[in-house]
């Protein structure tokens, strides 16, 4: 990883097998991504973060996320860029990402999933549901690892 990001986990209950509920969050903006973390950890989900592109599609390589929720500007590989390598990779496609992002002008949301983000949500985010929002776009395991072998 870049020397710029760092990836961080929270600690997993006991019990609880590794790639259950981990959601992945890419940002590169400390108060977005220390928010994000929060909001999606007091709902029980497990997060781990990453401030660029490049350490996510790595990250989401070893870690196999329930989900990845990244930031289109980043440093280094955008969110964008990154996108389209995940959709691409036959083992990691099946990886929901979702985009949350300040564009939200006409266009931007359609851009967005052409690029390789499987949804979209404009910041503001809204702290009561985005949990919720983030948790609607989980697929059952076992299709995520039947698409992912």
């Known amino acids: ?6 990836a961080t986990r929270a600690p997993r209950p006991a019990g609880e097998r590794e790639e259950q509920d981990l959601i992945l969050v890419v940002e590169d903006n400390k108060a977005s991504s220390d928010l994000t973390a929060y909001l999606l950890r007091a709902a029980g989900h497990r ?10 599609i790595a990250i989401a390589g070893q870690e196999h996320p329930r ?5 289109l500007q ?3 590989m955008s969110g964008l860029e990154a996108a389209a390598v995940l959709a691409a990779d ?6 929901p990402r979702v985009a949350v992002t ?6 931007d949301r359609d851009r967005v999933l052409r690029a390789g983000f499987t949804g979209y949500i404009a910041k503001p985010i809204e702290p009561t549901t985005f949990a919720a929002q983030i948790k609607a776009f989980f ?9 992912a072998t």
Request: contains cysteine; charged residues 20%; hydrophobic residues 45%.
């Open 90 to 95: 036959p083992k990691l496609k099946a990886i």
């Open 47 to 56: 997060v781990m973060t990453c401030t660029d592109g490049a350490d996510a």
């Open 102 to 107: 300040a564009y939200a002008m006409v266009g």
């Open 1 to 6: 990883m870049s020397s710029k990001s760092i």
């Open 139 to 147: 697929v059952p395991e076992s299709q995520h690892v039947a698409d």
């Open 67 to 71: 989900v990845i929720v990244m930031d």
């Open 74 to 76: 980043l440093e280094r």
